[in-house]
C-alpha cells in the first residue's frame, strides 16, 4: 500500500532502550507531546533476541532475524572454518565480513539499499555503539550515503560531511565514563541534524539515534537517577527536533517517526548457567577452544553452540536446564510444528531465529511481573549483570515491549492504535508513505491503521498461545497475527 507521495520524507528518532511505560508528561514532556499530537502504538513489539543491533537491523530490513541473519548481538559463524565469534559492535568486522561474504552479510536489502534505488537520500546520526551505528546502514560508503557517529568519527561516510559538522560543533565527544549519563553525543548529533544535515541535504529519509536511556539502565538501573537525567535530557534533544519540525519539517512534508529497539527489565537475581552445564557434562567456554563442549555466548539471552550439536547433547543439556528456577523458555531445532528436539523446549522457528548462524540451544532466563526497588514492574534473572542493573534480550513483556508513535501531514492526529505493531513494520511504512513499493523480503506491514488515509476498519487480529512441557517445566509463548504480519507478544516458563 502507499499514499500520496509528493515530497513526503521522514525522519525516524530511536531511543535505544527506552519502555513505553517512562513516558509522562513530567519526564519526557515533548515525547508525550508528541504522543497526543500524533498516532501512538499501544502494542508496539520488538523481535527476538529483544537485542539492539539485531532489533535495528530488522528495523532497517523489514523482517526478522531467520531472514536478515543477524541472530544476536554476538553469534558463533560455524560456516567458516574455523568457526569464528561474530561481535557486531565491531564497525570494522561489519565491513569485512560483508566483503567477504560478496555483500550478503546481512542477507536481506536494507533501507538503505531500497532508497538509493529508487533515486532517494538516506542520512544516519547515531551515538549507539560503533556496530549498532553501522547495521543502520552498513553499506552507507558504497552506496555514498551519509553515516554519522557520536562518538567514533572513523565511522562518518563522508570526510567533507564530518568536517563540516565538526568546523561547527567542535570535535565528535569521546564515550561518556562508564555509570555516567552519556550525554554530549546526544546534544551534538540533535545539532548536526538541525544545523548541517538536514539545511545541506535535506535526505528523503533520516534515522537520528539516540543510545540513551539504554547505556544508564545497563549501568545504573532502570529508575535509578542517573537514568532518569538521561532519558530527560534525551527528551530535550528531542524538544530541539520536535520544535523544528513543526515550524519546518512540516512543511517539507516530514513525517516523524520515534521508536525504541526494546525494553528493560531489572535483575534481581544470579543464574549458575556454567556450572548447571558443567554438571551435564559439558565443559564450557565464551569462544572456541580444544575441550570446550558448549560455547556461551555472553549476553542476557541465552545462545549455546555445542561442539557436538546432536539430539542428545541437546536434550542432555535442556533436562539439566529446566530443572534450575532462572531457566525461562528455551528453543531448540523443530521437530515439528510447536516442539523442540528437546522435551520441554519449542520449535526455533516459532520465533524466527531459525538460521544457520543460531545456536543450538537458545533460552531466555525466567522473568516475573514484580516490581523492583524502583517501583518498576519486570525482574529477571542474569548470568552476566549484576542485581539491580536492567537487562534485555529475553521475551518478558516489558523487555518486547516498545516505543512506537507517528506523526506528519498523512498520519491520523491523537490515535491510541490497539491494533499489534513491530518493529519490523517502520521499513515499509517508511516506503509507502514514499510511494516506494516493498520488497518481496520485507515481512513487516505498513502500518495502514495511522494513515489519514488508511482503511477505516481495522485489520482482523488472531491471538495464539503456544506451550509445551516437560515434568514439572512448562512455557507459554504468546503470538498475534494481523494479516500476513505475526508479531511476538511474549513469552513465560512456570
Known amino acids: 500500500m502507499s499514499v500520496r507521495s509528493i515530497s513526503n520524507r521522514v525522519l525516524i528518532v530511536l531511543f535505544d532502550g527506552l519502555r513505553p511505560d517512562l513516558i509522562s508528561p513530567s519526564l519526557t514532556p515533548n515525547l508525550d507531546r508528541l504522543q497526543r499530537r500524533g498516532a501512538m502504538l499501544a502494542r508496539q513489539r520488538t523481535i527476538y533476541p529483544s537485542e539492539t543491533r539485531t532489533a535495528l537491523t530488522s528495523l532497517v530490513t523489514g523482517t526478522t532475524p531467520d531472514r536478515h541473519g543477524i541472530v544476536g548481538n554476538k553469534y558463533l559463524d560455524r560456516l567458516s572454518a574455523p568457526p569464528r565469534f561474530i561481535d557486531t559492535s565491531d564497525d570494522c568486522l561489519i565491513e569485512e565480513l560483508d566483503i567477504e561474504s560478496?555483500?550478503?552479510?546481512?542477507?536481506?536489502?536494507?533501507?538503505?539499499?531500497?532508497?538509493?534505488?529508487?533515486?532517494?537520500?538516506?542520512?544516519?546520526?547515531?551515538?549507539?555503539?560503533?556496530?549498532?551505528?553501522?547495521?543502520?546502514?552498513?553499506?552507507a560508503r558504497?552506496?555514498?550515503?551519509?553515516?554519522?557517529?557520536?562518538?567514533?568519527?572513523?565511522?562518518?561516510?563522508?570526510?567533507?560531511?564530518?568536517?563540516?559538522?565538526?568546523?561547527?560543533?567542535?570535535?565528535?565527544?569521546?564515550?561518556?565514563?562508564?555509570?555516567t549519563p552519556d550525554l554530549a553525543a546526544q546534544a551534538f548529533l540533535t545539532s548536526a541534524f538541525l544545523d548541517v544535515i538536514w539545511p545541506q541535504i535535506r535526505p528523503d529519509v533520516a534515522i537520528l539515534s539516540f543510545g540513551e536511556p539504554d547505556i544508564s539502565c545497563h549501568y545504573s538501573g532502570i529508575g535509578a537517577s542517573e537514568t532518569l537525567e538521561a532519558i530527560g535530557f534525551i527528551d530535550k534533544q528531542f524538544g530541539r527536533v520536535l520544535d523544528w519540525w513543526e515550524t519546518d519539517g512540516i512543511s517539507h512534508g516530514v513525517h516523524l517517526v520515534t521508536a525504541s529497539d526494546h525494553g528493560h527489565v531489572t535483575v534481581h537475581?544470579?543464574?549458575?548457567?556454567?556450572?548447571?552445564?558443567?554438571?551435564?557434562?559439558?565443559?564450557?567456554?565464551?569462544?572456541?577452544?580444544?575441550?570446550?563442549?558448549?560455547?556461551?555466548?555472553?549476553?542476557?539471552?541465552?545462545?549455546?553452540?555445542?561442539?557436538?550439536?546432536?539430539?542428545?547433547?541437546?536434550?542432555?543439556?535442556?533436562?539439566?536446564?529446566?530443572?534450575?528456577?532462572?531457566?525461562?523458555?528455551?528453543?531448540?531445532?523443530?521437530?515439528?510444528?510447536?516442539?523442540?528436539?528437546?522435551?520441554?523446549?519449542?520449535?526455533?522457528?516459532?520465533?524466527?531465529?531459525?538460521?544457520?548462524?543460531?545456536?543450538?540451544?537458545?533460552?531466555?532466563?525466567?522473568?516475573?511481573?514484580?516490581?523492583?526497588?524502583?517501583?518498576?514492574?519486570?525482574?529477571?534473572?542474569?548470568?552476566?549483570?549484576?542485581?539491580?542493573?536492567?537487562?534485555?534480550?529475553?521475551?518478558?513483556?516489558?523487555?518486547?515491549?516498545?516505543?512506537?508513535?507517528?506523526?506528519?501531514?498523512?498520519?491520523?492526529?491523537?490515535?491510541?492504535?490497539?491494533?499489534?505493531?513491530?518493529?519490523?513494520?517502520?521499513?515499509?511504512?517508511?516506503?509507502?508513505?514514499?510511494?516506494?513499493?516493498?520488497?518481496?523480503?520485507?515481512?513487516?506491514?505498513?502500518?495502514?491503521?495511522?494513515?489519514?488515509?488508511?482503511?477505516?476498519?481495522?485489520?482482523?487480529?488472531?491471538?495464539?498461545?503456544?506451550?509445551?512441557?516437560?515434568?514439572?517445566?512448562?512455557?507459554?509463548?504468546c503470538c498475534v497475527e494481523v494479516g500476513a504480519a505475526v508479531y511476538l507478544d511474549s513469552a513465560e516458563a512456570l
Request: charged share 15%.
Open 102 to 139: 560478496g555483500g550478503h552479510f546481512v542477507g536481506v536489502p536494507s533501507l538503505g539499499e531500497v532508497l538509493v534505488a529508487n533515486g532517494r537520500t538516506f542520512s544516519v546520526l547515531a551515538s549507539n555503539s560503533a556496530g549498532a551505528t553501522s547495521m543502520l546502514n552498513h553499506k
Open 142 to 179: 558504497t552506496l555514498g550515503q551519509v553515516t554519522l557517529s557520536g562518538h567514533f568519527p572513523r565511522i562518518a561516510t563522508s570526510a567533507a560531511m564530518l568536517e563540516r559538522v565538526e568546523a561547527l560543533l567542535g570535535p565528535t565527544p569521546a564515550p561518556a565514563p562508564q555509570g
Open 269 to 477: 537475581a544470579q543464574a549458575d548457567l556454567f556450572e548447571t552445564l558443567e554438571g551435564a557434562g559439558l565443559r564450557c567456554g565464551p569462544v572456541p577452544a580444544p575441550g570446550i563442549d558448549a560455547i556461551i555466548i555472553p549476553g542476557q539471552v541465552g545462545a549455546i553452540y555445542l561442539s557436538e550439536p546432536s539430539d542428545a547433547v541437546i536434550r542432555r543439556a535442556v533436562a539439566a536446564m529446566i530443572e534450575r528456577p532462572w531457566c525461562g523458555p528455551v528453543f531448540t531445532a523443530g521437530r515439528g510444528g510447536v516442539e523442540g528436539v528437546a522435551p520441554g523446549s519449542f520449535a526455533r522457528h516459532l520465533v524466527f531465529v531459525d538460521h544457520p548462524r543460531s545456536a543450538d540451544i537458545l533460552f531466555s532466563f525466567r522473568g516475573d511481573d514484580a516490581v523492583d526497588s524502583f517501583g518498576l514492574m519486570g525482574r529477571t534473572w542474569s548470568a552476566d549483570w549484576p542485581v539491580g542493573f536492567g537487562v534485555h534480550g529475553g521475551l518478558h513483556a516489558k523487555e518486547m515491549s516498545s516505543v512506537g508513535i507517528l506523526a506528519g501531514p498523512l498520519i491520523k492526529s491523537g490515535l491510541i492504535s490497539q491494533v499489534p505493531s513491530g518493529i519490523c513494520d517502520f521499513a515499509p511504512t517508511v516506503l509507502g508513505l514514499l510511494g516506494i513499493s516493498r520488497p518481496s523480503t520485507m515481512t513487516g506491514r505498513v502500518l495502514a491503521e495511522v494513515f489519514t488515509e488508511g482503511a477505516e476498519k481495522e485489520p482482523r487480529v488472531i491471538e495464539t498461545v503456544h506451550e509445551t512441557s516437560d515434568r514439572g517445566y512448562l512455557q507459554h509463548l
